[in-house]
């Protein structure tokens, strides 16, 4: 059985880089796949790698790591202003990132708006 | 008046050479992309000499490898020097059980796991002593990764200018249209590090990146 845990974005907006990194890793460690709306900054998603090669051992293998966003090039003038505006104020809410434990997720394969799960037991597809 | 004139020229020159001869050129990328392939390729084409070794079981490289002073010259005889800094591949899972697979023994399979943690670490701390960035992508992969997204996304965020090598173009998998598609925003050159196909394209793009 393959468990997915929903984080709200209201669940890290307040705390430091380094807690929305350990509240996301704590969740994958226990075996479950973080649904998290938004994503996080770039230098927190370089962090996240990091951080996680530091937990890597016999039992942790490790995450895999996606983000499914909308296309920045798309949206244009007044309304890329108005995002990045929201964004700067409110934090990235946009998209979602999906975060999950390398023994579970074999891969995920990302075309720009569509994430295809493979699971490692049965390599099963999950849409 | 003249003094102070005679110290702005100074501190410009001073400068201007300082950061000409300290340009830190990092090769950066997922692992197997051909990093080290490449490292081999610019320095036996400039120094007569390799600078990594190559393997075909991912993480080969695990520590920071820099060769210094690479003087590199084009066509019309511009000369260009750097340091050239092969990175660690980066990823975000590293299983000892898949060196295992791929022959090697326990206790070397873990030691090889545990380097490449580190290596990856490496990696990413190095990111901002970086003047400019080639990322090394397999063109036989789709590129929608997130670590190549994550990887470039990183040096967007902290202004380091990026040239995109797409390697393996000798293999009949290879599309470079793909990872042209993929990040349309940069400068995509397809070689093959290890037969030296569009080599010089790869250097005159070097010129570019880093002016």
Not at chain 1, 26 to 34: A, C, F, G, H, L
Not at chain 2, 9 to 29: A, D, E, M, R, W
Not at chain 2, 84 to 92: K, M, N, Q, R
Not at chain 2, 145 to 156: H, W
């Amino acid at each position: 059985m393959v468990t997915f845990q929903f984080v709200p974005y209201s669940g890290i907006e307040r705390l430091s880089s380094a807690k929305r990194i350990n509240k996301l890793l704590n969740i994958v460690k226990s075996n479950k796949i973080v649904i998290l709306e938004g994503r996080l900054k770039k230098e927190e998603e370089a962090d996240l790698i990091e951080i996680t090669m530091e937990e890597i051992d016999q039992k942790f293998k490790g995450i895999e790591l996606s983000v499914v966003y909308p296309d920045d090039n798309k949206s244009r003038g007044l309304q890329k202003i108005k995002t990045g505006l929201v964004n700067a104020l409110l934090g990235d809410r946009q998209g979602l990132t999906i975060v999950g434990p390398a023994s579970i997720v074999k891969k995920i394969e990302q075309n720009p708006n569509q994430i295809e799960l493979f699971t490692r037991e049965n390599n099963k597809k999950k849409d | 008046m003249v003094t102070l004139i005679q110290k702005l020229v100074n501190t410009f020159f001073k400068n201007f050479f300082s950061q000409k001869s300290h340009i830190k050129l990092g090769l950066y990328g997922p692992p197997n992309g051909g990093k080290s392939t490449l490292a081999n390729k610019i320095c036996t084409d400039w120094l007569g000499e390799e600078m990594s070794t190559v393997s075909h079981i991912p993480h080969e490289t695990r520590e920071i490898n820099i060769k210094e002073e690479v003087h590199i010259k084009n066509k019309k005889g511009k000369e260009l020097t750097f340091s050239l800094v092969d990175t660690p591949g980066i990823a975000t899972r590293i299983d000892y059980e898949e060196f295992i697979k791929k022959g090697m023994k326990g206790v070397i399979a873990k030691k090889r796991a545990k380097e490449a943690t580190k290596g990856v670490i490496d990696a990413i701390k190095w990111l901002d002593k970086m003047d400019s960035v080639v990322v090394v992508l397999d063109s036989t992969i789709d590129p929608f990764s997130q670590v190549n997204i994550t990887i470039i996304g990183n040096l967007q965020a902290r202004n380091i200018p990026v040239l995109i090598v797409a390697n393996k173009v000798d293999l009949k998998k290879a599309n470079l249209d793909r990872i042209k598609a993929a990040f349309p925003q940069y400068e995509v050159v397809g070689v093959s590090a290890k037969y030296g196909q569009n080599i010089d394209l790869f250097y005159e793009n070097l010129f570019k990146l880093v002016k």
